[in-house]
């Protein structure tokens, strides 16, 4: 079955192509999460140019999924992006930032806005966030959440 190989570059090598992914990876996520959000603000646009993408489409995808479902407005903005994205130092931090930490709070702060967008319905906000109830139960357990 395997008689050939096909290699794929990684993202970061292959630019050009964010300008089919970033529009299709928004009306996904748009349609997904019922949500109009049209584009994103230049700078999120230079950012997102300038950015390697060490997780490559997938995490493309969860980064405009996010940025998506916190939009208060029709074009999204450098609030709805990472903290590590935005943060145009991203490559040259002087301090030193455990990414454990990072994630978990990127993490509780759209566990939470979740929720609120949903009403409060757990399984639903489950099922926004791509986990099962049961995991959604351990991470508000874990961040004090209820």
Request: with cysteine; hydrophobic share 40%; glycine share 4%.
């Amino acid at each position: 079955m395997n008689e050939f190989s096909i290699q794929v570059p990684a993202l970061r090598e292959r630019r050009e192509d964010l300008e089919w992914f970033i529009p299709y990876f928004l009306n996904v996520s748009n349609a997904e999460l019922s949500r109009k959000v049209l584009g994103f603000h230049q700078d999120v646009l230079d950012i997102f140019y300038d950015y390697d993408w060490p997780g490559n489409l997938r995490e493309l995808k969860n980064v405009i999924r996010r940025a998506v479902l916190l939009s208060k407005s029709e074009i999204a903005g450098l609030e709805c992006i990472p903290p590590e994205l935005a943060a145009k130092t991203y490559m040259m931090v002087e301090t030193p930032v455990l990414l454990s930490e990072q994630r978990d709070d990127s993490e509780k702060q759209m566990i939470i806005q979740t929720l609120q967008k949903v009403r409060f319905n757990k399984s639903k906000a489950a099922q926004v966030l791509g986990i099962d109830r049961k995991t959604l139960y351990n991470k508000l357990s874990k961040y004090g959440l209820k």
